[in-house]
């Protein structure tokens, strides 16, 4: 639901925005005394409040115009808040999804070293060949400047916090599995094994020798009538004329 939550909550803030706006003006008109001249009625409160969104949204119809100083002071102000509005929405909304993307990819690129969802243990664990020390202090580097920005634009804009992909990955596992809590609790946690336990490195260690000794290992010895394995169909082992 996240996935959802976050845009939507957005468009919801930027409209109540709109809509203080409009009605904090139309309440100030209201106040002067509608002073306001309307073509077809008499001016009220509906009258402000119509006044205020024409002149916030910069429309312009000429339908209701102000006849007093005051009134056309609000009238000014209002216009002025209403160009204000429409480029800080501008430059709001491309900056709340340039920061979401580039967190999520900084996520999607942990996925090949400490798996999905990203666990401290996993990312250790595939760290733990030769030289890898030093492949993972260069890593945890970077994620320490990745958790700094991230800090930074969640608390400069924390609706950030509520943004999460909903879609599936190419693989058919579920993004959501990789929410930016998860990698960040799992570079902190790599770093605190990394640097106050540095012997469990040693102990996940994985020498080449090993894997390869693993993949090179022979073939089993197949039946002749079905082809599989004698262990799985139990019958005996008789080597088959294409392993003899």
């Known amino acids: 639901m996240l996935g959802f939550y976050g845009p939507l909550s957005l468009l919801v803030l930027v409209g109540v925005w709109a809509a203080g706006l409009v009605l904090g003006f139309g ?37 209701v115009i102000p006849r007093s100083g005051l009134s056309r002071a609000l009238v000014v102000t209002e216009a002025g808040f209403g160009f204000g509005f429409l480029a800080a929405v501008i430059g709001y909304l491309p900056f709340i999804y340039g920061s979401f993307s580039k967190r999520e990819v900084n996520i999607s690129l942990l996925d090949s070293r400490a798996g999905t969802p990203p666990t401290a243990g996993e990312l250790l664990r595939r760290h733990g060949y030769s030289h890898g020390q030093d492949a993972l202090r260069v890593l945890l580097k970077e994620w320490e400047h990745w958790c700094a920005e991230l800090m930074e634009s969640h608390l400069s804009y924390p609706v950030l916090a509520y943004f999460a992909p909903s879609t599936t990955t190419n693989r058919g596992s579920p993004r959501s599995r990789r929410f930016w809590t998860r990698a960040l609790l799992s570079s902190s946690v790599s770093r605190a094994l990394a640097r106050n336990r540095p012997s469990l490195l040693l102990r996940l260690r994985v020498t080449p020798s090993s894997t390869y000794r693993k993949s090179s290992a022979p073939p089993p010895i197949r039946c002749r009538t079905t082809g599989c394995p004698h262990k799985l169909c139990g019958k005996s082992a008789t080597p088959s004329p294409s392993t003899a």
């Not at 309440?27 to 002149?55: C, E, K, N």
């Open 27 to 63: 309440l100030m008109q209201y106040g002067a005394g509608s002073a306001v001249v309307m073509t077809g009625g008499q001016p009220g409160f509906l009258t402000d409040i119509y006044l205020s969104g024409t002149t916030f949204f910069t429309l312009g119809l000429g339908d």
